[in-house]
């Protein structure tokens, strides 16, 4: 049965303020679509893979490179049968693969531009989970590529370690202090995920997971520049697998 225009919340009516809002039918524009044009909006579908910072050239993505325990070029692949690119760890324990912006000076807006706590970040990133089993998974904002929560300072992003966890979690942290909130949303295999991270004026970062908030923070650390990572790390002496499809992220023009 069509439902034409909806929210989360039900069928939607105005005044639309209940979004973001879902559509079901064909919809064709005959004016014109404007982005908002008081965001700056960066968007990777990864056309090209992600290699070792020293294999930057036309052949490879000249915005993202990877790195990790024992991370190579041929970590990297296009998938068979999955739109997006494949990170598989070499088959050693704590073997890893992270997906982060250039971080040489002027090589890419994904760092060169400034994703402050105060700018009004929006974050979002598509994956495909493989096997889940024995192995820790992280996606978002954070200052530097690991996965353990204490070593960053201030941060916001998604995780998933097997060992402890059931549901994805998200992860904030304020001048050091750390906060996890249970998103409620299992991991499961062979499964896409649409995740987004709000930052809005007040500096508190909203969490959602295929569309749906799940955690609110705290007001973050007023102007800490961030990075987004995408990683993966096995937990035992086996590959494993995390697809990666699109990352996307923008702010406020001027703060």
Known sequence: MATGLRSKRGQAAPPYTSGPYEWDQDLTMNGRFTENPNRFVLVDRFNR???????????????????????S???????????????????????????????DTSQSAWTGVKWGTENQVVWECVI????????????????????????????AFFRYAAASDTNWQC????????????????VAANTNVYFRIEIDSDRKAHFFINDNEVAVSTALTDDVDL???VGIHANAAAAKTLNLVSEKISRIIFE
């Open 49 to 71: 893979l992600p290699q070792l910072n020293a294999s930057v050239g036309v052949a490879a993505n000249l915005d993202f490179e990877i790195l990790g325990t024992n991370a």
């Open 128 to 155: 495909r989970t493989s096997a889940i089993t024995a192995c820790t998974i992280w996606a978002g904002l954070k200052l530097t590529n690991t996965s353990v929560i204490a070593t960053d300072d201030d941060q």
């Open 171 to 186: 992860e904030y942290s304020i001048g050091g202090t750390d906060t996890e909130a249970d998103s409620g949303v299992a």
């Open 73 to 103: 070029d041929d970590d990297v692949t296009f998938a068979a049968t999955i739109g997006g690119v494949q990170l598989q760890t070499d088959g050693a324990d704590n073997d890893q693969v992270i997906v982060l912006p250039h971080l």
């Open 227 to 229: 990075i987004p990572y």
